[in-house]
């Protein structure tokens, strides 16, 4: 599969990359576009395009950000990612204190972003980020803390 979102990614939109690739679709190709492209590309290339404003089969919903949209319309049925899906909403979302990393993961996304790394890089170093708060969550369920 090809997935297509808004270039210059951030939060949620390295957070769903992180998503797809570990639970969705190993294979998935990603694409990043610009903004107003998202849709043409995605016609062209068959790919689903996510995260994309309002044009993306996947995207914020019903005040859930496009992560929490994916966990849900997957039946990604882990609590170890309902619980990173809370913190990815505060991140993206106006939500900002909705859990306590939330504005950590806030401030991690825009530093790289004023880094100025290309997407790749910024995938590269939210993956493992990404992963490692997964074994957080993880690590907290089974702990029940």
Request: with cysteine.
């Amino acid at each position: 599969m090809k997935w297509v979102t808004r270039e210059h990614v951030k939060v949620d939109r390295v957070a769903c990359p992180w998503l797809i690739k570990r639970f969705i679709d190993p294979e998935a190709e990603l694409l990043f576009v610009p903004p107003d492209q998202v849709l043409e590309v995605a016609e062209r290339e068959g790919a689903i395009p996510y995260d994309a404003r309002g044009k993306g089969k996947y995207d914020h919903r019903e005040g859930k950000c496009t992560f929490e949209v994916l966990v849900e319309e997957f039946n990604l049925d882990d609590p170890a990612l309902r619980r990173l899906a809370d913190i990815v909403h505060g991140a993206d979302t106006r939500d900002r204190d909705y859990t306590p990393q939330s504005p950590g993961l806030r401030a991690i996304a825009e530093g790289f972003h004023y880094l100025g790394l290309p997407d790749e890089e910024r995938l590269a170093h939210g993956f493992a980020i990404y992963d490692a708060l997964y074994a957080w969550c993880q690590h907290n369920i089974e702990h029940r803390t």
